[in-house]
């Protein structure tokens, strides 16, 4: 009945996951249409303690056999250099940018996937491909994880299975924890591993891109499936002004006619709307940053459709 009990609630986390996973392409939908190894030091010796929300038992990644992953991660570049070639779109988000914000009702905050570790999640990243597949990425900042199901091996790492077989969700830990299905996990370990190469697709696009201080970034490249795309490629980020204001940034690769047109149009009375745009362009690349409130600036993405 123990057993059974688990897997009851593993089920629940997943299904908490999922939903979370819905909130990622806000910004994605508006506009298109459609780190190093933690210093484990003071925590070497930590036993298994209950979790504070269900009392289940949470575990010392240090207690997991086996390789950890070590990679840096405070950007979506950082992410994209682990996904497996093929990314049609990523998402970064700083959960603890979030907080306070408008973004945390649909983004969440540092405690959005604690039901499914049983600890915060600070950053989050996730990479759609064209087949439907997707995975994602998680910095959990104490380093330790709700007792998992079924370890299975794989180049020195563990895959931990996060339900009670019905689900193909599985976590490898480390700095992030990688989580998706079985295969999934094990394609990003192959690029780790440099067996398989990441994904390069975006490497253009995001070297006109600062990372610096954003609360999310997204990609997204045009495929058959997003034929409505305003650009070949796409990049989107988010940040929070001293003043409070915020200030989008969309990089455009070969931006389509009609959506040139419609930047052309909305920056001429931009400032009736009390938005503030600039704009420049170079070679095939065109970059936008608009800078108000945050309501406005909301509005203001959904005219640039």
């Known amino acids: 009945m123990k057993q059974k009990a688990k897997a009851t609630k593993n089920q629940k986390y997943i299904a908490i996951l999922l939903a979370a996973i819905m909130f990622f392409s806000v910004f994605l939908y508006l506009v298109t249409g459609g780190g190093g190894p933690k210093d484990n030091s003071n925590n070497e010796n930590e036993a298994s303690t209950p979790s504070a929300e269900n009392n289940i038992s949470t575990i010392s990644f240090l207690q997991i056999p086996g390789k950890q992953v070590r990679h840096q991660f405070n950007s979506i570049a950082d992410g994209l250099n682990m996904s497996p070639a093929g990314v049609m779109g990523a ?44 995975f994602e990425l998680h910095a959990i900042p104490e380093q330790k994880i709700l007792t998992a199901f079924t370890p299975v091996p794989y180049h020195g790492y563990e895959l931990l299975a996060r339900g009670n077989g019905t ?95 419609n930047i052309t149009a909305l920056q001429a009375n931009s400032s009736e709307r009390g938005v503030t745009y600039n704009v420049t362009t170079s070679g095939n690349i065109t970059k936008l940053v608009i800078s108000s409130d945050f309501n406005s600036l909301l509005n203001e993405t959904r005219l640039l459709r």
């Open 91 to 134: 998402e970064y988000v700083d959960l603890k940018k979030t907080t306070g914000t408008p973004l945390e009702l649909s983004f969440g905050n540092t405690t959005t996937l604690k039901p499914l570790y049983g600890a915060d999640v600070t950053k989050r990243y996730v990479a759609y491909y064209p087949d439907g597949n997707i």
């Open 167 to 261: 689900n193909d969700f599985w976590n490898v830990v480390g700095s992030p924890v990688i989580l998706g299905s079985r295969q999934s996990v094990k394609n990003v370990i192959d690029v780790l591993e440099k067996n398989a190469t990441s994904t390069t697709e975006f490497n253009q696009i995001l070297s006109q891109a600062n990372p610096e201080d954003v609360i999310l970034q997204e990609v997204a490249i045009k495929t058959n499936i997003t034929t409505d795309a305003v650009a070949d490629q796409y990049y989107t980020d988010l940040r929070k002004l001293d003043d409070g204001s915020y200030a989008q940034t969309s990089i455009f690769m070969n931006v389509k006619p009609d959506m040139a047109k």
